[in-house]
């Protein structure tokens, strides 16, 4: 390395080394072997391996066991405020690039490690960004992060009247993190009035509450498999199950459904779903019904819906509940292809890395053998592109969803 650039060295073992030189950017504390530097908490340290060798620079969390996140693999970077916006400007850059304009009302700007900002997530609410930090280093970082990318957007022509932080989850505690909620303090601006601001999605009109909604307040990466949903509801009977805030049935109802009943086990969510149906003029179609979906399924007719939509919540955020997990879907699958009539459609998914596409799909093949069906694929897709897929960092691969048609 040249110039003045010197910091901290942490010497990873060769499992370590692999997994960075395959794409992966964690170094997890028990693969680290020495340290040499006074290396500060959330700071940049360089890591090399067992033979000296460069392997990149990243950020050290004392407290994870996610030690070393990666930023850079370059050691001619300098990490000024100006790499930070080049970062960012690249990301906004990428969205806008395989997003119509249209669809940049509400997209995720930042995704973590597949962005190179690992830990971070910023989801862009028509005028607000919704922003959740989970590692200690992108947490002393946002300071200069956060005002910069509002004024990457503003530059671009997108109205941004605040910024708000979701710091409320879990994970943080794992960071030594606190737990908390609040506007972000943009120098210089008045606070904003509300967290709650309408967005458009697939022509839909949402209000989202990005303080109390759910994660960022609103879920954006099934964007365009409610389009694909929209497109074959034309004058079929549908149950959205697991509905929330009732994008999928209200997709479903644009696409010119007969009929859709939504279903959340959630009082909550489904009357912000019966909410959204009646500011899109779709309460007509769309009836909202709080029950257990598992309990549901079984005492349903055949053939009384011939399309039915599986969109759950991650039944599984660990290796140690994988199979348990794979046990929910399988049933809530089964149930749904008995109760289809020959030529009736599904769409299932899962949103958990850890229930794998080989997991899910020896699921999917087991549940249709069990029901006597055979499935016909229409389409297999995942998240839309504003949450990308980074190929070495198998965590960025995380929605599997399905269009099958039962014959």
Partial sequence: MKGQRIYPRYTVTPKAEAALLRGHPWVYGE?????????????????????????????????????????SRNANDRFDAAFWRRKLQW?????????????????????????????????????????????????????????????????????????????DAALREKEGLELCKGWFPLPGEPVPESPVVEITENGIKYLVDVENGQKTGFFLDQKYNRRAVARLAHG??????????????????????????????????????RANAARNGLEDVVECVAANVFDLLPSLEKGKYDFIILDPPAF????????????????????????????????????????????FTAMLRQAALDAGVQLRQIQARQQAQDHPILWGVEETNYLKFYLFQVV
């Avoid at 680290?32 to 990149?56: C, H, M, P």
């Avoid at 862009?124 to 990318?149: I, N, T």
């Avoid at 959205?240 to 999928?248: K, L």
């Avoid at 348990?324 to 749904?336: D, H, P, S, T, V």
């Fill in 236 to 273: 079929r009977t549908v149950l959205d199950c697991f509905t929330h805030t009732g994008s999928f049935a209200l997709n479903a109802a644009k696409g010119g459904a007969a009929r859709v009943i939504a279903v959340d086990v959630s009082a909550s969510a489904v009357e912000m779903a």
């Fill in 31 to 71: 693969e680290i072997l020495s340290a040499e530097g006074t290396a500060e908490n959330g700071g940049l340290v360089d890591i090399v391996g067992k033979r000296g060798q460069y392997l990149g620079t990243g950020l050290l969390s004392e407290a994870s066991k996610i030690r070393i996140r990666l930023l």
């Fill in 91 to 167: 990301a906004w850059e990428y969205r806008k690039a395989v997003m119509a304009p249209a669809d940049l009302d509400a997209c995720r700007v930042i995704f973590g490690e597949a962005d190179a900002f690992p830990g971070l997530t910023v989801d862009k609410f028509h005028d607000l960004l919704s922003v959740q930090v989970l590692s200690y280093g992108l947490e002393r970082l946002k300071g200069l992060l956060l005002p910069a990318l509002v004024e990457i957007l503003r530059q671009d022509g997108q109205e941004i009247r605040g910024v708000y932080q979701r710091n």
């Fill in 316 to 359: 599984t955020k660990s290796r140690q509940t994988v199979e348990n997990a794979m046990a929910g879907y399988k049933e809530i699958n089964y149930r749904a292809m008995k109760l289809l009539p020959r030529g009736g459609l599904l769409a299932t998914c899962s949103c958990s890395h850890f229930a794998t596409e080989e997991k």
